[in-house]
């Protein structure tokens, strides 16, 4: 998704360029694509296919307005919002969930099931406000987030990733003091105004040949916080739909955040937080980056 001076777009990134399905269907006289990427989802194989055929008739030589430059584009947070509230799964890595439960001092437990606000979705490179009077101890997890693309309820692992559309890069940006205080809040700590950065685009499931063999990374200032693979997850990409769906439906345009592996910032000697002016970058290799400058918020505000 990206904006246009007439709006917001459904684009598809070809290399450093993007093409603009809405003109190149009205070059192509063709009807409108959908408006957008949740809309896109909603009209299943058939919208792919669609895609797809106007892809077909694309010149390699087309310019503006239909193939636009990646650069100067402004790029935005794929599902904005997503069908429902982002589901989350905590320590769902082996060494975060031991590194977690050193600093808690208790045994690593079974991954957790959160959910974060729609209202926490931030674009991939947009600044993310940091409040000192809401919380003095933001931090970061860079996670694999898949969106779920076919509706389903008690999905089999088996049957798993054929319920997925594609993936994309989550930072499941936390306010440790919230999560672990005022009695154990991961829903409000998890859930702050633009706490959930994520894109900087989406990845359709055909693209990644094996979700469970993708690089992660994240820097803060440039220096290396967490570096790791998501063949290290206790429960892999299809282990998690399959249990998240157990009893409950899973809705086309669901966004799954699978979980952070180590070097988050509390569970460091000392913990380390993010502060107004750092640059934060998440990165799912093969699928993209975000690029995150974390600001000093407005007037701060007392916590109740």
């Known amino acids: 998704m990206f ?5 917001r777009r459904l684009g598809v990134l070809a290399g450093d360029t993007v093409v603009d ?7 192509a006289r063709s009807a409108p694509p959908p408006p957008d990427l949740l ?38 947070a794929p599902l904005d919002p ?14 975060h969930a031991k590194e977690t439960a050193r600093q808690a001092g208790t045994h690593a437990q079974p991954p957790t099931v959160f959910t974060k606000a729609i ?11 940091i409040d000192p009077g809401v919380s003095e101890q933001m931090d970061w997890e860079v996670e694999l ?13 088996e049957d798993a990733l054929e319920h997925v559309f594609g993936y994309t890069v989550i930072n499941d940006v936390s306010a440790r003091d919230i999560q672990s205080g005022w009695g154990g809040q991961y829903f409000k700590g998890k859930s702050l105004d633009s706490a959930c950065p994520n894109g900087p685009w989406v990845v359709t499931r055909d693209e990644i040949s094996d979700p469970q063999s993708l690089d992660l990374r ?4 440039g220096v290396v916080k ?9 429960n892999p990409v299809d282990a998690i739909i399959s249990w998240v769906s157990l009893g409950m439906t899973l809705l086309p345009g669901t966004l799954i955040a699978t979980g952070t592996p180590e070097g988050v910032g509390f569970a460091r000697t000392p913990p380390e937080f993010i502060r107004p002016g750092d640059l934060v970058e998440a990165e799912v290799r093969g699928i993209g980056t975000l690029r995150n400058r974390f600001v000093a918020a407005g007037k701060s505000r007392s916590v109740p």
């Open 3 to 7: 904006r246009h001076s007439s709006g």
């Open 21 to 27: 399905l809405s003109e190149l269907a009205a070059a």
């Open 39 to 76: 809309a896109l989802i909603d009209a299943g194989d058939a919208g792919m296919v669609e895609v797809r055929r106007l892809l077909d008739q694309l010149d390699t030589s087309a310019g503006a307005p239909i193939a636009l430059p990646l650069t100067g584009l402004e790029v935005l």
């Open 82 to 95: 997503p069908r429902g509230n982002v589901i989350a799964i905590g320590l769902n890595y082996a060494k």
């Open 119 to 129: 209202t926490s979705i931030a674009g991939p490179y947009d600044d993310v406000p």
């Open 145 to 157: 987030g898949v969106v779920i693309g076919r509706r389903g309820i008690n999905i089999t692992r």
């Open 218 to 221: 994240l820097t803060v200032n």
């Open 226 to 234: 967490q570096d790791a693979n998501t063949s290290d997850m206790i």
